[in-house]
């Protein structure tokens, strides 16, 4: 079955970094898009990033362009979410997700704090 596990999230302090991992299991992962979307506590969930299956085409939301990079690295399933210069706004829990034959998954999400 589709699983997906990310983790990599924590406390941090803004201006700093975090990177997050996404393990994959159970599908085809090379041949899939990945993204990764984030939840804060009120708000609605919003897509952060997108990676094309190979890895060569990303897209970003305007409020983490330039700060995150997603890339991924298919002989290990896995997609990462690279964050710098992290702002109190960014916190949220941060879920990778992928679309298999129709079907969303998702998974359980790692939780990103940005405090002082």
């Known amino acids: 079955q589709v699983q997906l596990v990310e983790s990599g999230g924590g406390l941090v302090q803004p201006g700093g970094s975090l990177r997050l991992s996404c393990a994959a299991s159970g599908f085809f992962f090379s041949a899939y898009p990945m993204r990764w979307y984030r939840q804060a506590p009120g708000k609605e969930r919003e897509l952060v990033a997108t990676?094309?299956?190979?890895?060569?085409?990303?897209n970003y939301a305007d409020s983490t362009k330039g700060r995150f990079t997603i890339s991924r690295d298919n002989a290990k399933n896995t997609v990462y979410l690279q964050m710098n210069s992290l702002k109190p706004e960014d916190t949220a829990v941060y879920y990778c997700?992928?679309?298999?034959?129709?079907?969303?998954?998702w998974g359980q999400g790692t939780q990103v704090t940005v405090s002082s």
């Open positions: 997700t992928a679309n298999v034959y129709s079907i969303n998954y």
């Open positions: 990676i094309n299956s190979a890895g060569g085409s990303t």
